[in-house]
């Protein structure tokens, strides 16, 4: 599988993913500015992706800066932070990921300007390899939940390439189907940006793990079939009563499988988790243009001057959502305690 995000000398390689699946092209971004344009362009998208590519970012950032002590050179990472933590207001990670790159540099004030941005290019990376490691363990909480001959239905992309690599919800089909269980997986195409046509089913097709493609509304008719057993999704924030936000039309297949008793698990890091939030109702969901919806692939598909709504996200209420599977375990209602409680285990 073909490396989501790199970083070597300067530059930070992202797979483009507005291209896949038609062209398998690479974006160079050489300063936190082209880094921050590919988040809000969705090059790169995907909430743990979106926070890696904040910290490789900031690393750029932090080198370009020409400052020879501390507090000048602090002050203008701040402001290159602020800017870059405008690009997706949904997903946590991007905010999780500068304030821990942020809390680095505090920590290695006492250090030269050179030292603390070797130290920053350090801890980008290992941000990156703990985020494997991290969808690894995921996987393997996650898969304990999927029975043998399981249809698994997802939406949207939260694969390899929502990730540094693995993924959430597809590391969970990836650690089923390593540990021996013979698994397939409906796609959803996720409208408006098909994140599952163009991306799920193309890395799950890469991997040779059995998937079909099924348009949004076709989801209700499988269930009423019993043809999906089992739901699972990423996250893009979790509030601390267990409301998730995720791709919009998640909802709707949430309140579906309650409807026909199949369990709905979402797939998340930690690092997704906003315990500050009490509830989803705080989460600030991105308006994205109202192109991608009068659109498809670039072409017209409504009336010119029609208005159209773009909420990217939606929020899936706790009492829809069976578990939560995390790097640390996997946390059931009521979340308030059991989120809690994961977030402060190590
Ligand atoms: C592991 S990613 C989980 C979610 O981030 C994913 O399902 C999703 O909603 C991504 O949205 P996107 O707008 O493509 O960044």
């Not at 969808?135 to 997802?154: A, H, P, R, V």
């Amino acid at each position: 599988m073909v490396k989501t995000i790199e970083y070597m000398d300067g530059v930070v390689r992202m797979i483009d993913q507005t291209r896949l699946p038609s062209e398998t092209v690479f974006v160079d971004c050489k300063t936190i500015e082209d880094v921050g344009e590919a988040i809000r362009g969705m090059v790169i998208r995907g909430a743990p992706a979106i926070g890696v590519a904040a910290a490789m970012g900031i690393s750029l950032g932090a080198n370009a800066i020409d400052a020879a002590d501390y507090n000048t050179f602090m002050a203008q990472l701040e402001q290159q932070c602020a800017k870059l933590g405008q690009a997706r207001p949904t997903a946590v990670n991007l905010k999780w990921a500068i304030d821990r790159m942020l809390t680095v540099t505090k920590a290695h004030s006492h250090l030269s300007v050179s030292d603390i941005k070797q130290r920053l290019k350090q801890e980008a990376m290992a941000i990156y390899t703990e985020d494997i490691a991290t969808n690894e363990k995921m996987g393997g909480f996650g898969q304990s939940l999927i029975e043998d001959n399981s249809t698994i239905l997802t939406h949207c992309n939260a694969g390899a390439l929502a990730t540094a690599g693995f993924g959430t919800a597809l590391g969970v089909v990836r650690a089923a189907v390593n540990a021996g269980k013979n698994v397939r997986v409906l796609a959803n195409e996720t409208r408006p940006f098909l994140q599952g046509a163009r991306l799920t089913a193309w890395e799950l097709k890469e991997d040779n793990i059995p998937v079909k493609l099924i348009t949004d509304n076709m989801c209700g008719h499988f269930m009423r079939k019993q043809e999906i057993d089992v739901v699972v999704v990423g996250a893009d924030r979790i509030a601390a009563n267990g409301d998730v936000a995720n791709k919009i039309g998640t909802y709707m297949v949430a309140v579906m499988a309650r409807q026909h008793g199949i369990p709905f698990y979402v797939a998340a890091p930690v690092s997704t988790l906003d315990l500050t939030l009490a509830s989803g109702d705080a989460i600030p969901i991105e308006e994205r243009s109202a192109e991608e919806v009068v659109t498809l692939n670039k072409q017209r598909i409504a009336p010119e001057g029609v208005d159209a709504s773009h909420p990217a996200f939606d929020v899936t209420p706790n009492e829809f959502v069976t578990a939560i599977i995390t790097e640390r375990g996997i946390a059931r209602p009521p979340y308030t305690e059991s989120l809690k409680a994961l977030a402060g285990a190590s």
